[in-house]
Each structure stands twice: as structure tokens, then as C-alpha cells.
């Protein structure tokens, strides 16, 4: 990657270095006071909980002795509890040598094992229930599409004569029914791409057929975060209406012709709507399709070109808010997803069946946060949920220094009856912290060099 390529259009390095503290910030936030607050309920007195690390910015103690500070670096956070030698809970032998029993019971070294093991997992759990609520709430923000198929609001196209209304319920397409989306979408995969296409619609109480453009154009309704289309400025609303001089009437020709495109450099015919109705402007973009290893629902992963962005419908469905049931397990879904493709995409690029350059380091994460936040609020909430899930389940590897690290001495003491050796455990801190430090520089380097 180019470093000038971490300057995105919308505000400059600064804008995306704001932007990544801030979603940081909240998911550190979230994680460290799982720790504290379920530490508290067991018993174990937290002595520091800080979000940033180095120089102490702002300290308060409360009425219970913990100090809350914030610190000048950012970057992360951490709990100190009682008995802790430092921020990665390496015991204090000294702080803990003449302590009576209940001032023990009240350290992270002394409580039983069920409160310590309990303190360490309640981060990532914490990290998981942010993701579930913020992907329900933005499920019930964003509304469920309505069903039969309703048209809510028409989206402008290039110098189509747009038929349907606002409220018309569709029925049938291409003389298919479609009472769901399910069988909508069905129904259109089979649809020739032609300028007029046959639908059965309701408006006002009155059942009519009519003729209406493709229901899928060539329109963008998304674009991905640091891809081909964001770093060309391609837009939401833009409509792709030839590549290299074919003309496109549909996003699955779209979809066919940059597979095919093995990568090469394609010139793109693109209209973008004007202020005023019916008003648009012809441009020409050049870029290059991105080689992405997408996952699958059923597992595993296909390798595509691509170049970034999400078609729609040509209007805007008709939404209706799901209930809190329905939404929560939305984000149940959506949230066990990412950690299903995350684990997988892991296993595949230590098989080597997948590029290591999907491993994103610090840079690569502050760019997409940036880039999710030029599309806004509820986009960079959206990225929000998608990162606290994955931090949440990095936290779990079993690597020493993180809590799943943490998580693996507790079984070992409940197995063995003991807890690992002093002198072991500050060895094997040492090591997983190494093996960290690699892991974020291999990352880092992911950053820099990777397309």
C-alpha cells in the first residue's frame, strides 16, 4: 500500500487518525470495564482502570479507591487490579507477601479461581454483547423490508422513463409472483436484462400490470472501505452505464465483466445524479479490480476480482421495524458470522490457501475507520460492532499477556490443583508478548507493502 494512499478524500490523515482513537476508544472502553465491573461484583478491588497508556492526562479516584485516568497514548487500556505487577496482570510478589487472608480474597492473585477466571473472560464477552446491541439497534434503525415487495422512494437513473410510484406494491415479476424478497430476487436472477420489464403491482387498492426498467441496474448503493471504488471517489447513487465502451444495463453484467477482468485496468462510463431531478452528469474513472478473498456461508473462501461496491434495487423498499426478539438475534447472527469468518480466514492463510495481506495491522483498520466514517454515523457505528468482535476474539487466543492467555493457566491450575510457577509465568509472558509484538509488526508490514 501506498502511504499517500492513507489520505483519504474526506479529511486527510488527521481526520482518519480522529476517527480510529475514537472507535479504539469505545471498544477499550467496553472491554477494560467488563474486566472492572465483573471484578467487582467478585470480589477484586481494581486499583487503576485507564484508557491510554504512558503519561497520565486525567486521574479521579473514586469513593470505592479506583483511580480513573486517561492517558496519552491511546492505543489501548487496562485494569489494574490489586496484587498486579502491571497492566498485564503479572502478580506482585511483593504487594502480596504479609497480606491477611481477606486481603488476599480481595486480590486478582487470591481470589478463587471461578471470580479470577470469570474477571478474565468478562472482557471479550463484553466485546461480543457491544457488537450484538449495535448491530440490533442499527437492524432497527435501518428498518426490515417490507413484504410484499413496496416501493418507497424511487432512486434517479439515467434517461429511463420510471413507471412504478412511491407505495406500489409488487406482486409479480416477469410474470413470476413473488410474495416474499426471497422469491423476488429469485424471480429476477431468471429476468432477461432488457430496458422493459414486465411487473404486477397493486397501487391504491387497484391490482395493474406495467412495464418498468431492470429492478437491479448498475447502480451503486455502497461503497467498501479501501477499495478500488472508494480510492477512484466512485459514489453512492453513481450508475456505472459502460465499461470500456460496452455499455452496462444491469449489475450482474457488471458483476461478469470485472471478474473477467483478471485485474487489468478498466475505464468506466459513469453517470452521477444532480442536485435537481432528473439532472446527472457524465464521468470517466479508471481502476483497477482488487484481487479479495471473500468467505462463504457455508465456510471456506472464493478468491474474486472486485473493485467495491454494492448494488441495489433502482427504489428504495418500503421498511418496518423488527421487533427487539428478531433484532437481537440478528446481532447474535451477524456477530457468531464475523467470528466463524475470522477464525477460518485465519486457518486458510496459515494454509496458505488465502493471501496473508487480509491480515490488517493498525494503518489498515485506521483507514477503514476513517473511510467507514466518510460514509456516516451509522456506517461507523456498523464498523464499530464488526471491530469490537474481532478484538473480542483475538483477546480469547491462547496466547499469554492476552486474557485467553489468562484463561489458559486458570485450567491448568483447576486441573492440576496449583496455579503455574511464578518463574514460569513471567517466561511465558515474555514469550507471548514476543510472539504479539511479531504478529502486530508482520501486520504492520501487511499495512504498508500489501495492494
Known amino acids: 500500500m501506498d502511504i499517500l494512499g492513507l489520505l483519504p478524500s474526506f479529511g486527510g490523515i488527521i481526520w482518519t487518525a480522529l476517527f480510529f482513537v475514537v472507535a479504539l476508544s469505545v471498544i477499550v472502553a467496553v472491554h477494560e470495564y467488563g474486566h472492572y465491573i465483573v471484578g467487582r461484583w467478585c470480589?477484586?478491588?481494581?486499583?487503576?482502570?485507564?484508557?491510554?497508556?504512558?503519561?497520565?492526562?486525567?486521574?479521579?479516584?473514586?469513593?470505592?479507591?479506583?483511580?480513573?485516568?486517561?492517558?496519552?497514548?491511546?492505543?489501548?487500556?487496562?485494569?489494574?487490579?490489586?496484587?498486579?505487577?502491571?497492566?498485564?496482570?503479572?502478580?506482585?510478589?511483593?504487594?502480596?507477601?504479609?497480606?491477611?487472608?481477606?486481603?488476599?480474597?480481595?486480590?486478582?492473585?487470591?481470589a478463587p479461581l471461578w471470580a479470577r477466571a470469570a474477571t478474565v473472560v468478562a472482557g471479550p464477552v463484553f466485546n461480543f454483547a457491544l457488537s450484538i446491541v449495535v448491530f440490533a439497534i442499527v437492524l432497527m434503525v435501518n428498518g426490515t423490508a417490507r413484504e410484499p415487495v413496496t416501493v418507497d422512494d424511487l432512486i434517479p437513473l439515467p434517461a429511463q422513463a420510471q413507471t412504478l410510484e412511491s407505495g406500489d406494491q409488487i406482486l409479480a415479476v416477469g410474470g413470476t409472483q413473488t410474495p416474499s424478497y426471497e422469491e423476488f430476487f429469485a424471480a429476477v436472477e431468471e429476468l432477461p436484462v432488457?430496458?422493459?420489464?414486465?411487473?404486477?403491482?397493486?397501487?391504491?387498492?387497484?391490482?395493474?400490470?406495467?412495464?418498468?426498467?431492470?429492478?437491479?441496474?448498475?447502480?451503486?448503493?455502497?461503497?467498501?472501505?479501501?477499495?478500488?471504488?472508494?480510492?477512484?471517489?466512485?459514489?453512492?447513487?453513481?450508475?456505472?452505464?459502460?465499461?470500456?465502451g460496452a455499455p452496462v444495463s444491469a449489475f450482474k453484467q457488471l458483476q461478469a465483466m470485472v471478474s473477467a477482468s483478471d485485474g487489468k485496468v478498466l475505464l468506466l462510463d459513469v453517470w452521477r445524479p444532480g442536485a435537481e431531478a432528473g439532472q446527472g452528469e457524465a464521468l470517466k474513472f479508471s481502476l483497477a479490480p482488487r484481487s479479495v478473498d471473500l468467505p462463504l456461508p457455508e465456510g471456506g473462501f472464493e478468491t474474486r476480482w472486485l473493485i467495491g461496491m454494492t448494488g441495489g434495487l433502482m427504489f428504495t423498499p418500503a421498511t418496518e421495524s423488527p421487533g427487539v426478539v428478531a433484532a437481537a438475534r440478528y446481532g447474535v447472527t451477524q456477530t457468531i458470522f464475523i467470528v466463524k469468518s475470522s477464525i477460518s480466514g485465519l486457518y486458510h492463510m496459515i494454509t496458505?490457501?488465502?493471501?496473508?495481506?487480509?491480515?490488517?495491522?493498525?494503518?489498515?483498520?485506521?483507514?477503514?475507520?476513517?473511510?467507514?466514517?466518510?460514509?456516516?454515523?451509522?456506517?461507523?457505528?456498523?464498523?464499530?460492532?464488526?471491530?469490537?468482535t474481532a478484538v473480542g476474539m483475538l483477546n480469547l487466543f491462547p496466547i499469554p499477556v492476552l486474557d485467553g492467555g489468562h484463561l489458559v493457566f486458570h485450567a491448568y491450575e483447576a486441573v492440576t490443583g496449583k496455579p503455574p510457577g511464578d518463574k514460569a509465568l513471567r517466561i511465558l509472558m515474555a514469550i507471548g508478548l514476543a510472539v504479539l509484538l511479531s504478529l502486530m509488526a508482520f501486520a504492520l508490514t501487511n499495512d504498508i507493502f500489501c495492494p
Open 194 to 244: 432488457e430496458e422493459a420489464i414486465s411487473y404486477t403491482i397493486v397501487r391504491d387498492g387497484t391490482e395493474m400490470q406495467i412495464n418498468a426498467p431492470y429492478p437491479f441496474p448498475p447502480l451503486i448503493s455502497a461503497v467498501q472501505p479501501g477499495s478500488a471504488a472508494m480510492a477512484a471517489d466512485l459514489q453512492v447513487g453513481d450508475v456505472i452505464t459502460a465499461i470500456d
Open 43 to 110: 470480589g477484586i478491588h481494581a486499583e487503576v482502570f485507564s484508557l491510554g497508556f504512558g503519561p497520565v492526562v486525567y486521574r479521579r479516584p473514586d469513593k470505592r479507591g479506583t483511580v480513573w485516568q486517561i492517558a496519552a497514548l491511546p492505543l489501548g487500556g487496562f485494569v489494574k487490579f490489586l496484587g498486579d505487577a502491571d497492566a498485564a496482570s503479572g502478580k506482585d510478589g511483593e504487594a502480596m507477601t504479609g497480606l491477611t487472608d481477606a486481603e488476599r480474597r480481595r486480590t486478582m492473585h487470591g
Open 352 to 388: 496458505g490457501a488465502i493471501s496473508t495481506c487480509n491480515l490488517s495491522g493498525p494503518l489498515g483498520i485506521a483507514e477503514t475507520s476513517g473511510a467507514a466514517a466518510s460514509q456516516g454515523v451509522m456506517a461507523f457505528v456498523y464498523f464499530i460492532a464488526v471491530l469490537s
